[in-house]
């Protein structure tokens, strides 16, 4: 599965959108984006994935660059709740683990 | 709502102790994962089972077993308890394929004393 390059810290304003991005440059034709979040001293959350096409649900939405070698995860009206660890994950479509990089830290403040 | 239970929200054990760790879903997915997480490692995977009775091998098996006899529960076992596998344990499932997120326990925090 190709590797993921995220910053490690990112801040936002309370209501403002949150851009969490994402280099996948090594991505092959059927890997998948996925994005998770872990809130402190809980379990992951799944958010979203995609395959080519821009995504959206209740959640958030997920931008993938045309070349697929980028993306990013957008929270359009970012809350205190929404600070946690964001991490963005490439799979391919076989049944392998997901392996979780150092993701990114959101803090969002008031 | 879909749910993965973990059997115990925090634990102490001693060493060399034999520790299960249980966890159960209620969704009916084919796949089951275990993770430890500590500070500075993230989360790594410990073990992962596709079906019941099959187990693989993830990032860092040594030191535990699984045991997965009905698909809704996927056991973790410390054979003989030591002071570094105290951590973090994340139990999750899916459902088999491309495409479908996982969704994971609240956590154990294991300390071996």
Same mark, same amino acid.
């Given at each position: 599965?190709?590797?993921?390059?995220?910053?490690?810290?990112?801040?936002?304003?309370?209501?403002?959108?949150?851009? $969490?991005?994402?280099? !996948?440059? /090594?991505?092959?034709?059927?890997?998948?984006? +996925?994005?998770?979040?872990?809130?402190?001293?809980?379990?992951?959350?799944?958010?979203?994935?995609?395959?080519?096409?821009?995504?959206?649900?209740?959640?958030?939405?997920?931008?993938?660059?045309?070349?697929?070698?980028?993306?990013? $995860?957008?929270?359009? !009206?970012? /809350?205190?709740?929404?600070?946690?660890?964001? +991490?963005?994950?490439?799979?391919?479509?076989?049944?392998?683990?997901?392996?979780?990089?150092?993701?990114?830290?959101?803090?969002?403040?008031? | 709502?879909?749910?993965?239970?973990?059997?115990?929200?925090?634990?102490?054990?001693?060493?060399?102790?034999?520790?299960?760790?249980?966890?159960?879903?209620?969704?009916?997915?084919?796949?089951?994962?275990?993770?430890?997480?500590?500070?500075?490692?993230?989360?790594?995977?410990?073990?992962?089972?596709?079906?019941?009775?099959?187990?693989?091998?993830?990032?860092?098996?040594?030191?535990?077993?699984?045991?997965?006899?009905?698909?809704?529960?996927?056991?973790?076992?410390?054979?003989?308890?030591?002071?570094?596998?105290?951590?973090?344990?994340?139990?999750?499932?899916?459902?088999?394929?491309?495409?479908?997120?996982?969704?994971?326990?609240?956590?154990?925090?294991?300390?071996?004393?």
């Amino acid at each position: 599965d190709a590797k993921t390059t995220q910053p490690p810290s990112m801040d936002c304003a309370e209501g403002r959108a949150a851009n $969490l991005p994402c280099n !996948h440059s /090594t991505i092959s034709g059927n890997e998948y984006v +996925y994005w998770y979040r872990q809130i402190h001293s809980q379990g992951p959350q799944y958010i979203i994935h995609g395959l080519k096409n821009n995504e959206t649900n209740e959640m958030a939405s997920l931008i993938i660059t045309e070349d697929r070698k980028s993306s990013t $995860l957008i929270l359009p !009206h970012a /809350t205190l709740r929404d600070t946690a660890v964001y +991490y963005c994950i490439v799979k391919g479509s076989g049944n392998t683990p997901l392996v979780f990089g150092k993701g990114t830290r959101l803090s969002v403040i008031a | 709502d879909v749910k993965v239970t973990q059997s115990s929200r925090y634990l102490v054990k001693r060493t060399g102790e034999k520790v299960f760790l249980e966890c159960v879903q209620d969704m009916d997915h084919e796949n089951m994962f275990w993770y430890r997480q500590d500070p500075g490692l993230g989360l790594r995977l410990i073990y992962f089972s596709y079906d019941v009775k099959m187990k693989e091998k993830g990032d860092i098996p040594e030191g535990y077993s699984v045991s997965r006899e009905k698909k809704e529960r996927f056991s973790l076992i410390l054979e003989s308890a030591s002071t570094n596998q105290t951590s973090m344990y994340l139990c999750a499932s899916s459902l088999l394929g491309p495409g479908y997120g996982y969704t994971f326990g609240s956590g154990t925090r294991l300390t071996v004393v």
